[in-house]
């Protein structure tokens, strides 16, 4: 059974604080590993998509890595903007060819100006 | 990537009654779509797959008599809950399967029943 664990359940940072953001899964057959975003009240916003290992994406203050057991999104210098929970999904072959995702939990990101 | 409307945004209604939820994608063609409750503090649970043109696909644990889904256009998938009690108040996202596996969410519905 696909499996995601997210860590730190919640993280406080100052304005400009670099850190990260951890994934870690089980998978058979991972078809793909899905970074979102999601603010109070609303749907995930769409962030990255990793395929295989060694992958890395980039999108403004964030950039999203890739190993064989885990991912992690990590955030530069962030703003107060960026507050939001981060949501980590993987879709796998256990799926028996379905789209389905499996979820996180997510990490509840505050960043204080 | 794809956007996805729905409607309403917040519905309350009396328990007993029905409601139905409207999942539009507005740029892009989906053959398939999927529903989703969220609760509380909690990540996003799977409902039911919907396939245009077939039956959804219901995930285990879930009444399909009670969360009816139609998929009747490749822009348009509903979801009808029906005799609402107050335990199916809960925020209900739809999604839209577009290339490379991924999926791109509406806004959410919340409904409360009374």
């Known amino acids: 059974e696909d499996q995601v664990t997210q860590s730190p359940e919640a993280l406080r940072l100052q304005e400009g604080e670099s850190s990260s953001l951890n994934c870690s899964y089980t998978v058979s057959g991972l078809r793909g590993l899905f970074w979102y975003r999601q603010d109070p009240g609303k749907g995930p916003e769409f962030l990255f998509t990793?395929?295989?290992a060694g992958e890395e994406k980039e999108k403004e203050r964030l950039k999203a890595t890739l190993t064989k057991k885990e991912s992690f999104l990590h955030i530069t210098a962030p703003k107060p903007e960026d507050s939001a929970t981060y949501l980590c999904?993987?879709?796998?072959?256990?799926?028996?060819?379905?789209?389905?995702?499996?979820f996180g939990k997510g990490t509840k990101l505050t960043v204080n100006p | 990537g794809a956007v996805v409307s729905q409607h309403p945004s917040r519905v309350i209604c009396k328990s007993g009654t029905s409601v139905k939820i409207e999942c539009r994608s507005l740029d892009f063609q989906a053959t398939t779509m999927f529903w989703y409750r969220q609760f509380p503090k909690q990540s996003l649970m799977l409902m039911a797959t919907s396939n245009e043109g077939s039956k959804a696909t219901y995930e285990q644990g879930v009444e399909k008599d009670k969360f009816l889904i139609n998929h009747a256009s490749l822009t348009l998938s509903t979801l009808t809950v029906t005799s609402a009690h107050p335990e199916d108040s809960s925020f209900y996202i739809c999604?839209?399967?577009?290339?490379?596996?991924?999926?791109?969410f509406g806004p959410g519905t919340r409904l409360t029943v009374t």
């Open positions: 990793l395929y295989s």
């Open positions: 999904a993987v879709n796998g072959d256990a799926q028996g060819g379905s789209e389905k995702l499996v």
């Open positions: 999604s839209l399967l577009a290339g490379n596996h991924e999926q791109y």
